[in-house]
């Protein structure tokens, strides 16, 4: 069942709990290096590894970022669907955003009911129950190894 917000004519879908939240550090709203087509970059916070070498190593404190409703979220993505074009989408990167898979799974499945292309960054590192229904719902995964040894 869908509900539309009172200021704008985005349908958000009713399912996702009221205060659902995700940690994120940042929103990029125009990426265009982080997947194919114009997209939106959604930078989760908090990652276990600490690279040295890190392209965003102020997103590693899981304490950190802003705390953001996921409804809210949705919201701006549907917004800014018709700036993605054919190819663009929104992309998942961090931090490590598999660490919040729990909550990232509601946003996804609404995000892929509405059409949107899903890419998620991940360092591979988290794989449990909840990162397995999450890939479900994502069209391209950047695996970014750290590290193989022979």
Do not use: W
């Amino acid at each position: 069942m869908l509900k539309t917000i009172s200021s704008s004519t985005i349908a958000i879908p009713s399912v996702i709990p009221e205060k659902q939240t995700l940690s994120i550090h940042s929103i990029e709203s125009f990426g265009t290096y982080d997947g194919p087509g114009i997209r939106m970059v959604v930078f989760l916070q908090g990652c276990p590894f600490k690279c040295l070498y890190c392209a965003n190593p102020d997103t590693m404190d899981c304490k950190g970022g802003k705390t953001y409703e996921i409804k809210k979220l949705l919201h701006e993505a549907l917004h800014m669907q018709s700036y993605f074009g054919d190819e663009g989408g929104i992309t998942f990167s961090g931090g490590e955003p598999c660490l919040q898979a729990k909550n990232l799974i509601p946003l996804m499945k609404m995000l892929k009911e509405s059409g949107v292309h899903i890419c998620l960054d991940t360092n591979g590192h988290v794989l449990n129950s909840y990162v397995n229904e999450l890939l479900t719902y994502v069209d391209l995964v950047f695996l970014d190894v750290k590290h193989i040894t022979d």
